[in-house]
């Protein structure tokens, strides 16, 4: 298993993590997974053996029960790892049992140590922007919870560019913490974090957390072009998260993923999380499974090196649209191209 830094924190995570949404199953999240606390031991323990050191949770997922069932299962293996988790959605029916005000994030953080039966987070992440509260009032409650001993990093999940830069911004110019990385949504059919999100991150040294990287399956190979959707899975007309906009693109990336896959004796899945652990602002991908036979499935990606003309079948078969402005910048200004510019921009010079 490869460690990397967490941006540019001391802290150093594994590229596979474990996402544990599955945790539970209480509620909408039943449609996800219903692991207990003795399928979530089996999986911890598989991850462990595999050298993953990061285990992602929040406080939204099944109302809670999957931070229980963390807790419990890790058990005295808790300080063995890296333990992570977020807040922001309402936890209650109350108006303020939501959103990143001083007053939720603080009781937030402390009934997710609770739950989680433990003195302390290793990375607690703002789940989701809120623009109803000052900024100056979330990072000051943050900065408050790392001073206090309950929190050791912090991060961001699902900001955009503008939210992430301003919250960089208010940090510093407070010196109060800062984030060290943001978990989002980038799989090979969802392209969209390459327009800002990962250039922010090469130019600012964050670290990058990647959720769903499968699309909810839908890279599993499992759907296939004409073909009927296996029994007890989703349908893509009931896709909700990640959106499916084009189909038929959709389609073509999952041939190329089986086909290759199909050369290499491994699963599609294998493939695409493998290209995800390529890409250069990657810190960790976070996997997660209904299943053990998924999971163990899911550690071999860990090891999957992809040769230079799979990545750039791949690459070629996903690449997003370039929008404005940045088809503007790579007509009129590739000779004034930052490092950061070029993560988004170099494919299309090349095809000049």
């Known amino acids: ?31 996800t997974g219903e692991t207990d606390v003795d399928g979530a031991r089996r999986q911890i323990d598989m991850c462990i053996d595999a050298g993953i050191n990061l285990f992602d949770t929040a406080d939204v997922y099944s109302g809670g029960v999957s931070e229980e069932i963390l807790g419990k299962a890790l058990g005295e293996k808790r300080n063995q790892v ?30 997710s140590l609770k739950r989680l039966n433990t003195d302390h987070i290793d990375l607690y992440q703002l789940h989701e922007w809120d623009g109803q509260t000052p900024l100056e009032e979330t990072l000051a409650a943050l900065e408050h919870l790392v001073t ?68 909810g399956g839908l890279l599993s190979g499992k759907y296939r072009r004409g073909q009927a959707a296996p029994e007890g899975t989703r349908h893509l007309a009931n896709w909700g998260e990640p959106p499916i906009y084009n189909e038929d693109a959709l389609y073509d990336i999952i041939e190329v993923l089986v086909d290759i896959a199909g050369s290499r004796g491994v699963s ?18 976070i996997v997660g499974a209904r299943s053990e036979e998924q999971l163990q499935d899911n550690l071999h990606s860990a090891n999957l090196i992809l040769n230079t003309e799979e990545l750039k079948r791949l690459d070629e078969i996903s690449l997003p649209t370039l929008i404005y402005p940045y088809w503007h910048q790579a007509q009129t200004a590739p000779d004034r191209l930052s490092p950061a510019d070029l993560s988004l921009l170099a494919p299309f010079l090349k095809q000049k």
């Open 268 to 285: 599609a899945a294998q493939i695409a999380l493998a290209w995800l652990i390529s890409r250069p602002s990657v810190t960790s991908v």
């Open 148 to 215: 206090s001993g309950k929190v050791r990093y912090v991060g961001v999940s699902n900001f955009s560019g503008w939210h992430l830069m301003k919250t960089l911004g208010v940090a510093q110019s407070h010196k109060w913490v800062q984030p060290v990385s943001q978990q989002i949504h980038y799989t090979l059919q969802a392209r969209e974090a390459e327009y800002e999100l990962l250039p922010i991150t090469q130019d600012q040294g964050l670290g990058v957390l990647v959720w769903s990287p499968l699309a």
């Open 1 to 31: 298993m490869e460690y990397r830094n967490l941006g540019r924190s001391g802290l150093k995570v594994s590229v596979l993590s474990l996402g544990t949404m599955t945790f539970g199953g209480q509620g909408k999240f039943s449609k």
């Open 82 to 111: 890296l333990v992570a988790t977020k807040a922001r959605f309402n936890m209650g029916n109350g108006p303020n049992d939501g959103g990143l005000s001083r007053h939720h994030l603080i009781r937030a953080c402390e009934a």
